[in-house]
């Protein structure tokens, strides 16, 4: 079942590009997150929108937020993609995509690639914004409108 606006965000716990387990759960609550779903680390698509993050990042944490990029990537190719392209924010390992599941991001182009999905979460738990377009640079400012409107 897929995830909606005004649904309370599911927790979880995943590995980060350190190999240190984030637990999801210890945050939501208290602080607001935007948590993006994206294919796969150092495709064109995935670089842009992450670096984008990564350009703005400094206005959603004076906002107060807390960014995470999640893909099937293990936990090394997050830790050479973060490197790579200076990422201030973790990037998650969904091996599995148990995640995506969770959060019922579908997948695209017929099926063959996972989906680009941007959830914006608000600091009691609520999701406030999904968001799904394989046009990467359209969810940062997205995302940093609901965080700001917060």
């Known amino acids: ?10 927790g979880f716990s995943l590995k980060n590009q350190d190999g240190k387990d ?3 759960d210890s945050l939501l609550g208290k602080v607001p997150m935007v948590i993006y779903f994206y294919p796969k680390n150092f495709t064109p698509g995935c670089t842009a929108q992450a670096c984008s993050f990564r350009d ?27 490197a790579k392209h200076n ?5 998650l390992s969904d091996q599995k995509n148990k995640i995506r599941r969770l959060y019922g991001v579908k997948n695209e182009l017929l099926g063959l690639l996972p989906g680009r999905e941007t959830f914006v979460i608000d600091s009691a738990g609520t999701v406030k914004m999904r968001f799904n377009s394989m046009m990467a640079g ?8 609901v965080i700001k409107g917060l």
Not at 1 to 10: F, T, Y
Not at 60 to 81: E, L, P, W, Y
Not at 138 to 145: D, G, Q, R, Y
Request: charged share 25%; no cysteine; glycine share 6%.
């Open 138 to 145: 359209k969810h940062i400012p997205k995302a940093l409108s």
């Open 87 to 91: 990422l201030p924010f973790d990037t």
């Open 56 to 82: 703005q990042y400094q206005d959603f944490t004076d906002a107060g937020a807390k960014v995470f990029g999640i893909s099937a990537d293990s936990v090394a190719s997050h830790k050479r993609f973060r």
């Open 22 to 24: 984030v637990s999801i």
């Open 1 to 10: 079942m897929a995830l909606k606006v005004g649904d309370k965000a599911p």
